[in-house]
C-alpha cells in the first residue's frame, strides 16, 4: 500500500487544527519534522499555540488510530535536541511546541517561574538573570524546556542544584483524553510524579512552575555571576584521569560543578582528548582560584582558559 493511499484513509482534519497543520508540500516542513540526530518523515506536523490546540491534537491523533485501525507514531517535539529520537518519526504525526515559549517570573523574591514547553533554556537565562535567578538546564542554550525537564535535566550547574526536574514545582499536562490538567504535590500527584523523568509518556506537559534559585550579583554589578574554567587535557591512562579528576571534585564545594568531554585523538588513537569545563556558580572567591589551580595538577594542560561571565552568556 502506497503512502498516498493510507493519507487518503486518515479522516479529515477538524476546523480547529487545520491553520497550524504543516504537511509535506509546505516550505516549512524540513525544518519541522526532524531534530539534530535524525530526519523525519511524518505525515503531519501541528504547530500548536495553546493548551486548546494540544487537546485538539490528542484528539485527532486517537480518531485517526481509530480510523486506520492501528496505531500510529505519535511525538512531541520542543526545542528538537532529543538524543532518544522520540521527538520524530515516519508516517505519524508530531506536535511541535515551539509557539508555546512564554517566559514569566511570578513572584521574584520566591525564585517562582512559569515556562511554557517550548521555549529554550536560553530565553529562559535571559529572562530570570535580570531578577539574579538561575537555574540549573542543560548545557546548550537552544535546547528545549519540555524535553530535557520531562527527562531529567543535566544541566551546567548540577552539583548546586540537582536535576531540572528536582525544580519542577507544577505543571499544566494534556492527557491521552485530551484532557488539560493541573499536577503538582496535591493535585493529580501520581502524574505530577510521573512527568519528573517519564518524558512524554504519560501526557503532554505545556507549562512548568519552577523554583529558581537566587545569586547574588558581582561586586561589578554583574547579574548572576560565574567562574569558567576550560582545560584540554591529553590522556594516555584514561582511567588513572578519572579517578585523580573525581578525586579533585570531591575535594570542592557544590558551587562547582565539571563537565567532560572524552574524544579519540585523531593523530594518535592511544591518546585521549579531555575537554573539561569548570564552572563555578557566585562571583569568584578564593576557594575558587584555589579549586581551579589544583585542576591544573590532574594531568597535564594542553590548553586552558578562563574567564567570569553571566549565567545567560554561558548558557
Known amino acids: 500500500?502506497?503512502?498516498?493511499?493510507?493519507?487518503?484513509?486518515?479522516?479529515?482534519?477538524?476546523?480547529?487544527?487545520?491553520?497550524?497543520?504543516?504537511?509535506?508540500?509546505?516550505?516549512?516542513?524540513?525544518s519541522v519534522s526532524s531534530n539534530y540526530f535524525k530526519v523525519g518523515h511524518p505525515r503531519l506536523v501541528f504547530m500548536a499555540e495553546?493548551?486548546?490546540?494540544?487537546?485538539?491534537?490528542?484528539?485527532?491523533?486517537?480518531?485517526?488510530?481509530?480510523f486506520v485501525g492501528h496505531q500510529i507514531p505519535f511525538s512531541v517535539r520542543s526545542g528538537g535536541h532529543g538524543i532518544t529520537n522520540y521527538s520524530v518519526n515516519d508516517g505519524g504525526i508530531i506536535i511541535d511546541l515551539s509557539q508555546m515559549n512564554q517566559v514569566n517570573i511570578l513572584d521574584e523574591a520566591k525564585g517562582l517561574v512559569k515556562v511554557q514547553a517550548g521555549a529554550v533554556w536560553g530565553d529562559v537565562a535571559d529572562k530570570i538573570s535580570k531578577a539574579d535567578l538561575v537555574l540549573s538546564s542543560g548545557d546548550f542554550g537552544d535546547t528545549g524546556v519540555g524535553g530535557l525537564a520531562t527527562s531529567g535535566g543535566l544541566g551546567l550547574l548540577v552539583r548546586k542544584q540537582g536535576l531540572t526536574t528536582d525544580q519542577i514545582l507544577g505543571a499544566t499536562v494534556i492527557t491521552a483524553d485530551g484532557k488539560k490538567r493541573n499536577v503538582n504535590k496535591e493535585e493529580n500527584s501520581d502524574l505530577f510524579w510521573a512527568i519528573r523523568g517519564g518524558g512524554s509518556q504519560v501526557g503532554i506537559v505545556t507549562e512548568f512552575i519552577f523554583q529558581a534559585d537566587k545569586v547574588e550579583p558581582a561586586k561589578s554589578g554583574q547579574r548572576v555571576p560565574i567562574g569558567l574554567q576550560k582545560l584540554s587535557y591529553n590522556v594516555f591512562d584514561l582511567s588513572h584521569f578519572l579517578f585523580a579528576w573525581h578525586s579533585w571534585i570531591t575535594t570542592t564545594t557544590e558551587d562547582m560543578s565539571s563537565l567532560l568531554m572524552l574524544t579519540k585523538n585523531d593523530s594518535n588513537s592511544s591518546i585521549i582528548s579531555v575537554q573539561a569545563t569548570n564552572i563555578w556558580c557566585g562571583e569568584k572567591t578564593d576557594s575558587c582560584e584555589k579549586y581551579f589551580t589544583n585542576a591544573l595538577n590532574i594531568a597535564k594542560v594542553e590548553k586552558q582558559d578562563e574567564s567570569n561571565l553571566s549565567y545567560h552568556t554561558l548558557v
Open 1 to 30: 500500500m502506497t503512502d498516498s493511499d493510507n493519507q487518503q484513509k486518515w479522516p479529515a482534519l477538524p476546523a480547529t487544527l487545520s491553520n497550524i497543520a504543516v504537511t509535506k508540500n509546505s516550505g516549512k516542513y524540513e
Open 50 to 66: 495553546n493548551d486548546e490546540q494540544v487537546s485538539h491534537v490528542v484528539e485527532y491523533a486517537g480518531n485517526v488510530q481509530r
